[in-house]
């Protein structure tokens, strides 16, 4: 991708964040389902790292490489005409200098934007020290600047998995706004369903806020009324096509009929959403 269409994604991107509506995004895993989408009419796409992780036989959680990753994240933002920002999980190391390689892997495979978790996948704390947090993010920041892209960087706090409420709000909050200060476009507080905590999130957190959609999720309609800036659904898409698959061979197996395929998209059809 030349850089300066890059540039103009990731200028494009970035003005997302800030419209009347909230920035909604579906989340490819691979060429055929980022070109799905963008016909579908999204305006960006977001990868996501379980989705991408799935078919190589690996668990969401950075089991498949970093290089593994940022090369799929390429050949999905080199197949769409939109910006692709992409979910680089906790950036593939404890250190700043960690995060700030992913990320320029990520400007590198023409990404717009990139997630950095907080969560410690190898210590034995479940998150990083905030002050270690930050430098993270700030160094993310400084990755994209060097590679010449206004990258928006979504710093996620990882919080409130498997915790309650009472336990890690003023905590999601505090850091949150400690990532917006070291230069984060947007904060991502994922594993929230509840309106009313969503919405105090978003009033609490100084910066666009995104959230992880799901059953339980209320509409576009209402999170945009709460003051939710981004929505995305994480893996939610590849494991629904994964249910479809399961669902369509148990009927094969079990009934010995067709009718999965009776609404499936042709052959040609497919063959369509892969002409460059």
Known sequence: MDISDQKARAEKFAALHHGDVPLVMANPWDVVSARLFHEVGFPALATTSGGVAFPYGLADGENISREEMAAVVKRIADAVPIPVTADMEAGYGPAPEDVALTVRMAAEAGAVGVNI??????????????SLAVERIRAAVEAAEAAGIPMVINARTDGFHGA?????????????????????GCLFVPFVRDGELIGELARQIEGPLNVLAGAGTPPVAEL?????????????????????????????????????????????????????
């Open 117 to 130: 978790e907080d969560g410690n996948k190898a210590g034995p704390e479940k998150l990083f020290e905030l």
């Open 224 to 276: 945009k009324s709460l003051g939710v800036a981004r929505v995305t659904v994480g893996g939610s898409l590849a494991r629904v096509a994964l249910t479809a698959a399961r669902e369509a061979a148990r009927e094969l197996l079990e009934t010995g009929s067709f009718e999965f395929a009776r609404d499936a998209l042709t052959q040609g059809e497919v063959h369509a959403l892969l002409k460059n």
């Open 164 to 184: 309650s409420v009472s336990d890690v709000f003023d905590e999601a909050v505090k850091r949150a706004n400690a990532y917006r200060a070291a230069g984060a």
